[in-house]
T-cell receptor, first 111, second 113 residues
Framework: AQRVTQPEKLLSVFKGAPVELKCNYS??????LFWYVQYSRQRLQLLLR??SRESIKGFTADLNKGETSFHLKKPFAQEEDSAMYYC?????????????FGIGTKLQVIP | GAGVSQSPRYKVAKRGQDVALRCDPI?????LFWYQQALGQGPEFLTY????????KSGLPSDRFFAERPEGSVSTLKIQRTQQEDSAVYLC???????????FGDGTRLSIL
């Protein structure tokens, strides 16, 4: 069975400091990984997906198949980055994407 | 509206009552998903619809949970004889096509007393 592990429930960093939100996964096939974000009083939204290989709001994430990791990084944290971040993995279940989420990490950026 | 709409936003019910939660997906979206998010956890998959067909209900926790999407647009998640462990946020998501990223609604927060 696929599994997504986010080891930190809470991560506090100072504004301007680098951020790394950890995510490890277990999956026997070829995974597709995502990061979702939920800002205060807003709905869950897609931040980035590994196949896009793009940077969104300064965040990047690299899929490391050897370490089965998909850590989310940003060089300089901003106050507006404070939110819940969920790592997710999807598998092709006969033509649709079935998504498994981690428990989430709350990022708190201290002014 | 342009997004996924869920109603009600909050629902309080007594144990043993039946509840119905509604999801209005983005117009034209083929795929619709329901998730359950318990306090302090990530969303967990419940069921998947492609148009009106329920193709996967492997995540439904018991036969008290039932979902439908009769005309391939609006979906309803029904929980019969609610129990306290059913208390959670129920999220609905839709995608234009099955392989596309999912767009989430605000969720319904269900509290069972």
């Amino acid at each position: 069975a696929q599994r997504v592990t986010q080891p930190e429930k809470l991560l506090s960093v100072f504004k301007g400091a680098p951020v790394e939100l950890k995510c490890n996964y277990s999956y026997s096939g070829s995974p597709e990984l995502f990061w979702y974000v939920q800002y205060s009083r807003q709905r869950l939204q897609l931040l980035l997906r590994h196949i896009s290989r793009e940077s969104i709001k300064g965040f990047t994430a690299d899929l490391n198949k050897g370490e089965t990791s998909f850590h989310l990084k940003k060089p300089f944290a901003q106050e507006e980055d404070s939110a819940m971040y969920y790592c997710a993995l999807s598998e092709d279940s006969g033509g649709y994407q079935k998504v498994t989420f981690g428990i989430g990490t709350k990022l708190q950026v201290i002014p | 509206g342009a997004g996924v709409s869920q109603s009600p936003r909050y629902k309080v019910a007594k144990r043993g009552q039946d509840v119905a939660l509604r999801c209005d997906p983005i117009s034209g979206h083929v795929s619709l998903f329901w998730y359950q998010q318990a306090l302090g956890q990530g969303p967990e998959f419940l069921t998947y619809f492609q148009n009106e067909a329920q193709l996967d209900k492997s995540g439904l926790p018991s036969d008290r949970f039932f979902a439908e999407r009769p005309e391939g647009s609006v979906s309803t998640l029904k929980i019969q004889r609610t129990q306290q462990e059913d208390s959670a946020v129920y999220l609905c998501a839709s995608s234009l096509e099955p392989q596309q990223p999912q767009h989430f609604g605000d969720g319904t927060r269900l509290s069972i007393l």
